[in-house]
């Protein structure tokens, strides 16, 4: 081999390694040609970094910083998503999403809707409500025949209550009692209460009802107080004549002159003078109510005998059993 020869290899030699240089070069040159973009990463825990790359793919660029998607986890934008310069990828727990969602739909309520499509008035009233009084009863000491006796009426009270009214388009919807403060106190009503002992006859029973208090004759309110027994009474009619009575002078045991529609006759078990009340006889001149005045030798305990104007009339009604109530003094 001459010089010119082992020159010539040597340039060739540099050429080669030359051009191997220019290759190496252009590959470094074509890397930082790549584009490169910046990408905010936020972990589920809400660390953030950011990182540089090349790649687009949002699954490319999580592999290459070695950050893996749990199976509770959300990427967003998903993983197959490709991505452009200064975009974020959210990492977050599925639950998390969820809650927040729930969190959202939660902040708008029914009400607040409605109270923007309604206007909602508020006024204070102001309104007087009675107190009905309260009845107590006592037991009676000592002698006495009533059985119940009011001792003291009982008298109404009032109170002045402030409300809070809610009006939704001119309808009320709420109510809410601000105050309220007595103006009257109720008065109570009390009433003595006496166990009476009454000496047991056949067939009579407490009234549940008093009709005294409810009639309006005189010799009704006589007895307003007074509970009746009710009992049912075989009950007949007379009148003053020799046929009736022996004898036709019309004088009743008690010394009275004998009336119709007033006068009855009963056993010596009721005292004269005690009122008996006849529904049967409601509609007559003395509204069914009547006194013994009188007595007679067939007269029980349980036989009442009404006197009458004619002795056509007590023939005419002859014998009857009826319920009456009976007040005794
Ligand atoms: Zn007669």
Redesign the pocket.
């Known amino acids: 081999m001459n010089k010119r020869d082992k020159a010539s290899v040597f340039l060739r030699k540099i050429l080669g390694i030359s051009i191997i240089l220019i290759f190496i070069t252009s590959i470094g040159v074509m890397a930082t040609n790549a584009k490169l973009t910046n990408i905010k990463i936020v972990l589920s825990s809400n660390y953030e970094m950011t990182v540089l790359t090349a790649k687009t793919k949002v699954s490319d660029i999580l592999e290459e910083n070695h950050i893996t998607v749990l199976e509770d986890e959300v990427v967003t934008p998903n993983l197959s998503a490709e991505i452009s310069d200064n975009k974020t990828i959210k990492i977050t727990k599925a639950s998390q999403v969820k809650q927040e969602v729930a969190e959202a739909e939660e902040s708008v309520t029914t009400e607040e809707i409605l109270q923007n499509y309604t206007s909602v008035k508020e006024k204070i009233i102001v309104e007087q409500v009675v107190i009905p009084y309260e009845t107590i009863t006592k037991e009676a000491t000592g002698e006495g025949t009533k059985q119940n006796k009011i001792i003291q009426n009982g008298i109404n009270g009032l109170k002045e209550i402030t409300y809070k009214v809610r009006y939704q388009n001119d309808i009320e919807i709420e109510r809410i009692e601000m105050s309220s403060k007595v103006i009257k106190e109720p008065v109570n009503k009390i009433v003595e209460v006496r166990t009476i002992q009454v000496t047991s006859r056949s067939g009579e029973r407490i009234a549940t009802t008093n009709p005294a208090s409810t009639a309006s004759t005189k010799l009704a309110k006589s007895v307003e107080g007074i509970t009746p027994t009710v009992k049912n009474f075989n009950t007949s009619a007379?009148?003053?004549?020799?046929?009736?009575?022996g004898k036709s002078t019309g004088i009743t045991a008690s010394g009275a002159k004998a009336a119709a529609w007033y006068t009855i006759a009963a056993g010596k078990g009721y005292k004269l003078g005690t009122v008996i009340y006849i529904p049967a006889f409601k509609n007559q001149p003395n509204g069914g109510w009547f006194v013994v005045q009188d007595r007679g030798g067939a007269i029980s305990n349980s036989k009442i005998d009404v006197y009458m104007a004619?002795?056509s009339q007590?023939?005419q009604f002859g014998r009857k059993t009826l319920e009456c109530y009976v007040y005794e003094f």
């Open positions: 007379y009148c003053s004549c020799s046929k009736c009575c004619s002795h007590a023939l």
